[in-house]
């Protein structure tokens, strides 16, 4: 199966109709640690048509989900992300909320851009996350894994970080400077925080950005960086759902997923997308 739940999905809920757009995006490029994340897309939508219509007591496939082609991830990483910031875009223009799967982080930037470019408002990032990406480079790339969150603060949007806990001087420095709001994994976890209210001026619109790193790896060892000392999956999830609270969901990402033949970690992706959808 091809699509998104599509085990379960009537006739009418993957119609164009659909209020979820979901979005492939098999991109590998400058993963620098563990490798795989160009499989993740196509292993969370296997998986997920194993899943249940229910999910924290409700059913957001009753509105629709609608599984696109997948992005073409070859060429110029610049021509990759408008590739996938044309697709948000679209989705959001037609009233839809673009669910985009990867893939390594670095897509975040091109799907932001394109729900950005369509709402012509200001947008919040709620990022869970075992790093911060707020490097200018990696690796000498400005594209990379590591700078994707540096280049959306650099594009003036809000930042508010759960659950990091590896670092460097020149990330600390950007949160100061871009105003980042943060509470880091030690803390969360430490104190087991399930619930932190965003700043009051933190915008209404919210996109939500989940690098599956940011779980312990007890939970979720199939992604490139692995760090201990990670959130709990239903913190890490109650977490973005208050976020979510009072605010709009425009778009989310799910990335860092990469497969390693067990078939644990591939449900719990699908599970973390679909219960993500359920708090839009």
């Known amino acids: 199966m091809n699509s998104f739940l599509e085990s379960e999905l009537t006739v009418l809920e993957r119609a164009e109709t659909a209020k979820f757009r979901v979005i492939p995006v098999p991109l590998e490029r400058t993963v620098s640690y563990g490798a795989g994340t160009a ?58 909320i673009p669910v985009t799967l990867g893939g390594e982080h670095s897509l975040s930037y091109g799907a932001v851009m394109g729900v ?20 200018v480079a990696y690796q000498g790339n400005t594209h990379s894994h590591a700078s994707v969150m540096h ?35 030690e ?35 199939a992604t490139g960086t692995p760090v201990p000392g990670g959130l709990g999956y239903y913190q890490a999830l109650r977490l973005v759902e208050h976020a979510l609270q009072g605010r709009n969901c425009v778009g989310l990402d799910v990335v860092e997923f990469a497969p390693d033949g067990n ?11 679909y219960r993500l959808m359920a708090a839009c």
């Open 39 to 96: 499989n993740g897309p196509a292993a969370i939508i296997s998986a997920s048509n194993e899943l249940e219509r229910l999910t924290n007591g409700s059913e957001p496939c009753a509105q629709g989900i609608k599984t696109e082609a997948p992005i073409d991830c070859t060429g110029a990483l610049p021509s990759v992300m408008e590739r996938i910031a044309k697709r948000t875009e679209a989705a959001v223009n037609a009233g839809k």
């Open 116 to 135: 950005a470019r369509a709402l012509k408002r200001p947008i919040g990032i709620v990022q869970i996350d075992a790093h911060a990406d707020l490097r």
């Open 151 to 185: 280049l959306l603060s650099q594009e003036g949007l809000k930042l508010a970080q759960f659950g990091v806990r590896a670092l460097c001087q020149q990330e600390q420095d950007s949160r100061t400077k871009n105003g980042v709001f943060f509470k880091d994994a």
């Open 187 to 221: 803390e969360l976890v430490v104190d087991n925080i399930h619930a932190v209210d965003l700043p009051d001026d933190f915008p209404q619109d919210i996109y939500v950005s989940f690098d599956v790193d940011g779980l312990d790896p007890s939970q979720m060892p």
């Open 263 to 273: 078939a644990a970690w591939d449900f719990t992706a699908a599970q973390i997308v």
